[in-house]
């Protein structure tokens, strides 16, 4: 239960972050499976990949919006204070991490080429996002814009963000073309942090009338996610150009509402969903070779066969076995691996933030 305003703010946030990256770690999970068990013979698709399908449209809009929901506390700060908490703070993890899980897959990167063709991928990870990194990656070049960008008037920094996001872009630079389709949450939750706040704060107080919004949300948000539209090119209604950013919107703002609702009533579900989200970035880092252990040995053995409930199985382990991983380090000489050492900060982590966030 909540314990304050102040309390429950943090708490929803957590809940929230939650959500999002146990809908991601299924996401991986869910369309790994299906695919290496369809390989096998065993099928293609469970009960999860419709799960799945019915986040998409929310799942990293969400992610985006509540990253951005704190930058006003330091985007007027120097750019010591700034880059040390929100770019090298980013950095630190992605260069570690990619060195991890491209050593995992050393053999397939390099082909037999040797230790050139591997130095020689490590390089093209500092331009091009690495695999399931890229969200890392991001966060820290939507930070840089934004605070570059944070002169210009809000309508036009919002407008212009949103025209990016409905405009199709299609180039070969993996970076440049996820920039344009998501930077738009992240402003969104730079922008309208307090408003977002306050809708929770209403959310708490009013739970019928949050829950039949749910209700009414979910209907159609269903539909929508599984409707073809009859194109190649947008498989269904909620992908099509315009559409996908209102109900990318209304998606996130959802799962805003489900976690402040989830807060209130409080209970296992709601504590484990926080915990996940506390310690969310330990999760994604870390669930990449739990995921793929635990699907080889499911296909290998083929202890379960059916793709649903394989999927879920793979799904918890991935987001149980980084979260085991990091408790055991936590106070070891391995923490650097969840934890940035002292050593890599380039201004005081004491220093403190502004207690305000930045109005729309």
């Keep these: 239960m909540e314990q304050g305003a102040g309390a429950g703010r943090l708490a929803w946030v957590d809940v929230a972050k939650g959500l999002c990256i146990v809908l991601v770690v299924m996401m991986h999970s ?55 908490r929100r770019v090298v703070h980013f950095a630190y993890f992605y260069l570690l991490w990619v060195v ?3 050593l995992t897959k050393y053999g397939a990167i390099t082909d037999g080429a ?20 890229w969200f890392i990656y991001l966060l820290a070049v939507f930070s840089v814009v934004t605070k570059l960008l944070r002169r210009v008037p809000w309508p036009l920094l919002l407008g212009g963000a949103a025209l990016l996001q409905v405009v199709p872009v299609r180039t070969d630079i993996y970076l440049l073309e996820e920039f344009c389709a998501r930077y738009v949450w992240f402003v969104v939750g730079y922008l309208f ?75 296992p579900v709601t504590a484990a969903l926080r915990a996940c989200g506390s310690r969310s970035i330990a999760i994604y880092l870390g669930f990449f070779l739990p ?24 799904t918890l382990v991935a987001i149980l076995a980084p979260l085991g991983l ?13 934890r940035r050492p002292a050593a890599f900060h380039i201004a005081d982590a004491r220093a403190p933030a502004r207690p305000v966030l930045t109005p729309a």
């Design 193 to 267: 942090a307090e408003r977002i706040f306050g809708f929770a704060t209403l959310v708490r107080a009013h739970p019928r009338a949050a829950l039949a919004g749910l209700a009414l949300w979910a209907v159609v948000e269903g539909v929508l996610a599984f409707t073809p539209s009859g194109t190649a090119a947008y498989p269904t209604l909620a992908s099509l150009p315009g559409l996908s950013l209102v109900l990318g919107g209304v998606g996130a703002m959802a799962i805003v509402a489900g976690a402040s609702l989830l807060t209130r009533a409080g209970g």
């Design 291 to 314: 995921m793929a252990l635990s699907r080889t040995v499911i296909v290998k053995t083929g202890a379960i066969t059916d793709v649903g409930w394989a999927s879920l199985v793979v």
């Design 30 to 84: 869910t369309l790994g499976t299906g695919e290496a068990m369809g390989a096998a013979g065993l099928g293609s698709e469970g009960f999860l990949h419709h799960v799945v399908a019915f986040a998409k449209p929310f799942r990293i809009p969400d992610f985006f919006l509540l990253s951005g929901l704190f930058l006003g506390r330091v985007i007027d700060r120097d750019w010591r204070l700034f880059a040390d």
């Design 100 to 102: 991890i899980q491209s």
């Design 326 to 338: 990091e408790r055991m380090v936590r106070h070891t000489r391995l923490s650097f691996l969840f």
């Design 114 to 133: 040797g230790p050139g063709a591997f130095a020689q991928h490590l390089a093209l990870a500092l331009v091009e996002p690495y695999s399931s990194l």
